[in-house]
Every structure is written in structure tokens, then in C-alpha cells.
């Protein structure tokens, strides 16, 4: 039994021991104090980076994933290409493949909705590619809803041009939508001849799969070569917006002493203009001003010679005629080299062209 009066002094020290203890300083055994506000500091500080670092690991991972919103617009997108594939519109060499991520990641980020495919190929949160199969779960294909094919416009000599058959060409270029990837879908080159393009459009009506600027140039001028009297040009711009440069082409139209374009982009004042410009200069100051409206620097311009009526032309075509440098102090310089162009290229276009045999344009 301990004496009541040892009892009482021995509480008395465990008090005073968790009194010192809650105010940062321990009595050691040789009767020193040691501080502990700098070790709690220390605990601190290591807290705060494994914060830190676990919510920028977070970051990384939401910004490679993407949203939901993103993510189920993909699923969308794969489904409708996924659906052609099975009906056989989409020849599944026609389509690289890229990054596949599994169903359990898109799951995870999708919730507890049910997945639309199976694999979802993506590229940064955007659907870059699609593999050559994709499986769905529980959706059987009849009950898909396949997008109708665009219907190419029936042209011919006789149709008016300006605004009727021109408007009837961008809107048929436009049903295709725009390839928002960095992968086309046809194997195309500038190096061929009209022969070249006929065989592409045709393609691009077979799969009818998004098209990019290029592919809407070969379409404009497959479908405007009935109109012998209109001359067709393709210009190609180069911007460049902080370190990025980047390539666009469109096919300019001139008709009646007007110039105007047809074409496709990511924007729409990059695209077509109506058939109401003096001069094909204002018609790239146009184009100009509109780089500038979406923060782009317009570095330079080429325009190619006329495009061959004859969609049986074999000789390569000239896209890069003449170079323009998009510069004040290069204005008076482009003006005379568009002028010895127009003179050398553009009159006797217009006026040797023939008047040919009623026909229509479809490819």
C-alpha cells in the first residue's frame, strides 16, 4: 500500500509534467529542457508539401482525363464513327490507331453512367483516333441512329452560279464537319493532277467522314469545274499565334469581276466569302483582318495558278504561284506582283476558256 501523502506528490508531478508538456517543454532525465515548437514546425512544413504535391498530382490527372462533359462527347463521337465501321462505310485501314485509354479509366471519370464503348481512344481528353474494332455494351447496332450521308449537289453549265450553285457547294462541304484531329483521313498530295483530286473527293463521299481545309479545296474544285467561266485558285496562308505556326488553304473564286472563296475551318471567317470583292488584294486583307480577329499574325500568302477545268489532268498543279509577305512596308510590293499575276495568269484564263457541252459534276 503507498502512503496517501506519496499518492498525492505523485499526481502532483503528472500534472505538472502534462502542464510543461502542453506548453512545449519536457524535464528530461539529466534536467534539461528541450523545446518542441521547432519539431512541430517541421511537421508543419512536411504536411504543406504533401499537400502540395498531392494536389498538383490531382491537377495532372483531372487535366489529362478531362471533364465529364468532354469525356461523354467523345463517347458520342466514337460511337457514330464506331457505328460506319460496322456497317462497313469506314475501312479500318483508313484509320491509325493512337492512345487507348481502358474502360475502367473512363468509367471512373464518367461515374456510374453506363459506358457507351468499351475503349475510347483519346488524345488529352480529345478523340484523336478509333481502334479498327470497338465493342458496345448492350447497344445493339440496328438501334443506332446512322447520320445521314451529305447529298453532292447536282451542277451543271447551266446552273446559276453566284448565289445559288456557289452556296450550294459550301453547303455541301460544310454537312461533311470539320476534322478537329491532327489526323487525316485520306491520303492525299499537291503533287498530282485533277485525275488526283476526283479520286480523293470520291473517297470522301464514299466514308463521308470529317474533312479538313484541304479536302474541302479538292471538293470545291471538283464540283465548280463545270463552270468553265469561273477561275479557281487556291490561296495558302501562314500565321503564327505566340510559338505556334500554323498552315491553312481555301480556294478563292472569281466570277463576274468579283472574288470571293470557298472552303472549311475551325472558324468561320476562315472559310468562305461571298462573291463580293474588287480585287483579289482585298479579298486577302479580308482574310488578314480576320487572322487578327482570333489573335493570329498573318505571315504570308501564296496564291497557285488557275485550276484545270479538265478533271482528267494528269500534269501536277501549282499551289505556290507567288509568294506574299504580309507586311505595311510590302503593300505596294504585293499590289504589283498580284497586278503582273492578273495580267499574266488571270486574263488569259478567263478568256481562252471554252464553253463546253451541257454535263454535271458529279464525281
Not at 462505310?89 to 468499351?118: C, T
Not at 491520303?187 to 463521308?208: A, C, F, N, P, Y
Not at 485558285?233 to 468579283?258: D, M, Q
Not at 504585293?334 to 486574263?347: A, G, S, W
Request: glycine share 4%; proline share 6%; net charge positive.
Amino acid at each position: 500500500m503507498i502512503p496517501k501523502q506519496r499518492q498525492i506528490r505523485n499526481a502532483d508531478n503528472a500534472h505538472q509534467h502534462n502542464l510543461s508538456t502542453t506548453q512545449g517543454i519536457i524535464e528530461s532525465e539529466s534536467g534539461t529542457a528541450m523545446d518542441l515548437k521547432p519539431l512541430e514546425k517541421h511537421m508543419n512544413d512536411m504536411s504543406r508539401i504533401i499537400r502540395k504535391r498531392s494536389n498538383s498530382a490531382a491537377e495532372k490527372v483531372d487535366s489529362k482525363l478531362g471533364d465529364r462533359s468532354s469525356l461523354e462527347s467523345n463517347a458520342r463521337q466514337s460511337q457514330t464513327l464506331s457505328a460506319k465501321l460496322q456497317a462497313g462505310r469506314v475501312r479500318p485501314s483508313k484509320i491509325p490507331r493512337r492512345m487507348v485509354r481502358s474502360e475502367k479509366q473512363d468509367n471512373a471519370q464518367l461515374g456510374d453512367s453506363q459506358p457507351l464503348v468499351k475503349t475510347v481512344v483519346l488524345n488529352n481528353g480529345v478523340l484523336t483516333s478509333m481502334e479498327s474494332t470497338i465493342l458496345f455494351d448492350d447497344v445493339p447496332p440496328d438501334s443506332l441512329d446512322f447520320p445521314p450521308k451529305p447529298v453532292p449537289p447536282v451542277l451543271s453549265i447551266d446552273t446559276q452560279i453566284y448565289p445559288y450553285g456557289l452556296s450550294l457547294i459550301q453547303n455541301y462541304i460544310n454537312e461533311f464537319g470539320y476534322n478537329h484531329t491532327s489526323v487525316p483521313f485520306y491520303r492525299m498530295k499537291k503533287t498530282g493532277g485533277t485525275h488526283h483530286l476526283l479520286d480523293i473527293v470520291r473517297q470522301i463521299q464514299e466514308l463521308s467522314l470529317p474533312i479538313q481545309c484541304v479536302e474541302a479545296v479538292f471538293i470545291a474544285t471538283v464540283l465548280s469545274s463545270v463552270w468553265t467561266d469561273v477561275v479557281r485558285i487556291p490561296l495558302s496562308f501562314k500565321s503564327k499565334i505566340e510559338n505556334s505556326t500554323h498552315r491553312h488553304i481555301v480556294l478563292a473564286i472569281y466570277y463576274n469581276g468579283k472574288w470571293g472563296s470557298l472552303g472549311i475551318s475551325r472558324r468561320s471567317c476562315l472559310m468562305d466569302k461571298a462573291l463580293e470583292y474588287d480585287s483579289l488584294w482585298n479579298l486577302i486583307m479580308d482574310f488578314s483582318s480576320a487572322y487578327e480577329s482570333v489573335y493570329h499574325r498573318l505571315l504570308s500568302v501564296y496564291v497557285g495558278l488557275p485550276m484545270p477545268h479538265d478533271l482528267e489532268h494528269e500534269q501536277p498543279l501549282t499551289w505556290k504561284a507567288i509568294k506574299l509577305r504580309i507586311e505595311k512596308s510590302e503593300e505596294d510590293a504585293n499590289q504589283f506582283e498580284i497586278h503582273k499575276y492578273m495580267r499574266r495568269h488571270l486574263t488569259s484564263s478567263v478568256i481562252s476558256a471554252p464553253r463546253k457541252v451541257k454535263r454535271t459534276a458529279n464525281p
